[in-house]
């Protein structure tokens, strides 16, 4: 006797999770999403209008088809008194049904529009909303996730997420109206044929719960493919030039069609899951709640039960609302499922809060000096990561340059981005001017720091947009100058830029050269008059002959003859470059080794005097 009693309990206990589950969806759905809820507080009047358009569709159609009944019933009487058409007793009926027609007509139309502009604000104030979320997370999400599935999901995703809250709920108004009053009516009109189409209600119930579920699963990988593609698109056309050298277009393509075959695949589940419910939830009931109920009908009217043809004819009608309603409810409930599963990603993010972000209590930092001090310095990427800083103290006086040399990987881009605060260390502190950098807004922070990378990306945009990026309230007389000093008078040249300042550069600045792109840079930073300058192999990637031009324009920057003198952090392969500096760090293996003038470490004949010799000189 105790053998079955352990199976019946954890049964009852898993049909108890599963209706409490269930019922969290169902409220889920008619609530809508929290996240979205004050995006959509702007249009509640569009929605109430929609809400109320769809409560009067569902009484008009009701009261229609009940004067159609009586309609009928009046059309048979008069045939079995032989009166023939009476306009007094006829026409009214025929006239009340056409009104509500036409009105309804107009109600459904109104509703489509007001519905479809609510959706098409929504996903426009959606697609904003993330794309501002996502720009604001730190370095180490954007790590995590490629550009091209973001730029993916803020596009697709979010017509998903407002599927959710607009277009999967609005029609559950009209349904639940159409299902309460066509019930009342049949049951008003026949309580026994009313029963058999009751019956199969509990049916259809449980044959959209199993369909939502797969629906959903099938969603959520829908969405992650989608994603995968945009990325491997992106990618490959960004690498436009990687993939003509290497004749990589076929493979690159090969690539693309078989993560697009894998979007068809799920497609494929989508759609036979979507015929399969067509035909059992759909397409059977029809036959029950129509079919069936016309020969019970006619059955009950040749028993001379007392019902009439016109009673047969309205529950007919009223039969194939409360399947519409029905319908439209389980359309409603795999809506919900599919665009839950397609929104799990992004209504996470809305969430998001950066890892590195303003402290509560952040404070502006005020117009620096340039002091940076790194005290007890420890950093690694990530949690799982390698440490890549030990222990790095250093103490930079304003107006100072300061080289920072050493091997590849031995931490000297991650020094300059710890400066700028796009990561925070794990150990230690960076100050700027005694100030603990996690302590300010980062506004106010990078607002006084420029950096020149090694190699830089603009904007498709002009050359002047990308070189007031940065900077606000620039006069033309300011620019020019700027442009002078750091030697990019290439943009006056009539020959190669015909629009000059306006010539768009192409993605990523394509269509400058290397040296060119790197001045660019350079005007940026000058316009910036940062009080911190970041150099990270400013001139690694180009020639002898630009490099000498571009190196000229940074020692007018370093020096403060181009503006004030600001504090200078640079990193260089070639040790000439900044042989002059106040001072050189060497670093070995994310630790300060050596440190001092080149005379000085030279002299020591350590670790600086081998990558000096190891240059030639
Ligand atoms: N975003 C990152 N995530 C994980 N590891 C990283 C990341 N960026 C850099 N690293 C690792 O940190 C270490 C130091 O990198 P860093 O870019 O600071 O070196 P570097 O001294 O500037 O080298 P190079 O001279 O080649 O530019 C390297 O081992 C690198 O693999
Ligand atoms: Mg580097």
Do not use: C
Not at 6 to 30: F, M, S
Not at 70 to 82: M, Q, V, Y
Not at 369 to 392: R, S
């Amino acid at each position: 006797a105790i053998a079955y009693r352990k199976p019946i309990a954890a049964a009852v206990a898993r049909g108890a999770a599963a209706a409490a589950e269930g019922a969290r969806q169902i409220k889920d759905l008619v609530m809508g999403d929290a996240v979205v809820k004050p995006f959509l507080k702007k249009h509640s009047k569009a929605l109430w209008s929609a809400v109320g358009l769809l409560a009067l569709d569902a009484v008009l159609w009701n009261a229609g088809s009940h004067l159609l009944g009586l309609f009928l019933d009046a059309a048979r009487a008069a045939a079995l008194a032989g009166t023939g058409f009476s306009m007094t007793t006829l026409g009214p009926l025929a006239l009340g049904v056409a009104a509500i027609f036409i009105v309804s007509l107009f109600t459904a139309r109104a509703n489509v529009l007001l519905t479809g502009l609510v959706k098409n604000r929504l996903v426009r104030d959606l697609r904003v909303a993330l794309n501002r979320k996502v720009l604001r997370q730190d370095m180490a999400f954007h790590l995590a996730n490629e550009s091209g599935a973001l730029a993916t999901r803020i596009s697709d995703d979010t017509e998903s997420l407002a599927e959710k809250n607009v277009d999967a709920r609005l029609p559950l108004v009209n349904a639940v109206l159409f299902f309460a009053i066509s019930s009342v009516m049949m049951v008003h009109t026949s309580w026994s044929l009313s029963m058999l189409v009751f019956a199969v209600m509990p049916f259809i119930g449980v044959v959209n719960g199993w369909f939502g579920s797969k629906f959903e699963q099938v969603y959520q990988e829908f969405t992650k493919r989608r994603a995968d593609l945009g990325r491997t698109a992106q990618e490959t056309l960004e690498q436009s030039q990687t993939v003509k050298v290497f004749h990589r277009e076929e493979a690159e393509v090969a690539r693309y069609a078989k993560k697009a075959q894998a979007l068809v695949d799920v497609g494929e589940k989508d759609a036979k899951l979507g015929a399969n419910s067509h035909m059992f939830a759909s397409s059977l009931t029809d036959f029950f709640t129509k079919h069936s109920l016309y020969i019970l009908g006619a059955w009950a009217v040749a028993l001379a039960s007392g019902m009439t043809i016109g009673q047969i004819a309205a529950m007919t009608f009223y039969s194939g609302f409360i399947k519409a309603s029905f319908d439209s409810i389980s359309g409603a409930w795999m809506k919900y499922k599919q665009t839950s599963g397609a929104t799990g990603v992004i209504r996470g993010w809305f969430d998001l809060k950066p890892g590195v972000d303003d402290a509560p209590d952040a404070k502006v930092l005020p117009p620096v000096a340039g002091d940076i001090t790194l005290e007890g310095v420890g950093f690694q990427y990530g949690k799982e990561g390698q440490p890549i800083l030990n222990g790095v103290t250093l103490d930079i006086k304003s107006g100072q340059t300061v080289a920072f040399v050493g091997e590849s990987g031995s931490g000297k881009s991650t020094v300059l981005r710890l400066v700028q605060r796009l990561w925070d260390p794990t150990a230690g502190s960076v100050k700027v001017d005694g100030v603990d950098i996690r302590t300010v807004t980062q506004e106010s922070l990078n607002r006084q720091i420029a950096l020149v990378p090694q190699d830089t990306r603009l904007f498709d945009e002009s050359i002047r947009f990308n070189m007031l990026f940065g900077s606000s309230g620039v006069s033309q007389a300011e620019l020019d100058a700027a442009i002078k000093a750091a030697r990019a008078e290439f943009v006056n040249d009539a020959r190669l830029f015909p629009e000059g300042l306006d010539t768009k550069v192409g993605e990523g600045g394509a269509r400058l050269s290397g040296g060119q792109r790197q001045r660019v840079a350079i005007v940026r930073a000058i316009l910036k008059k940062p009080a911190i300058l970041l150099l990270d192999e400013a001139t690694s990637a180009l020639d002898k002959e630009t490099e000498a031009q571009v190196q000229a324009a940074l020692d007018d920057l370093t020096s403060g003859r181009a503006g004030r003198k600001p504090t200078t952090l640079v990193v260089a392969h070639n040790l000439t470059t900044i042989m002059n500096s106040d001072r050189i760090v060497v670093m070995d293996r994310g630790a300060v080794v050596e440190v001092g003038t080149h005379a000085e470490l030279l002299a020591k004949g350590g670790k600086y005097f081998a990558l000096w010799q190891a240059q030639g000189r």
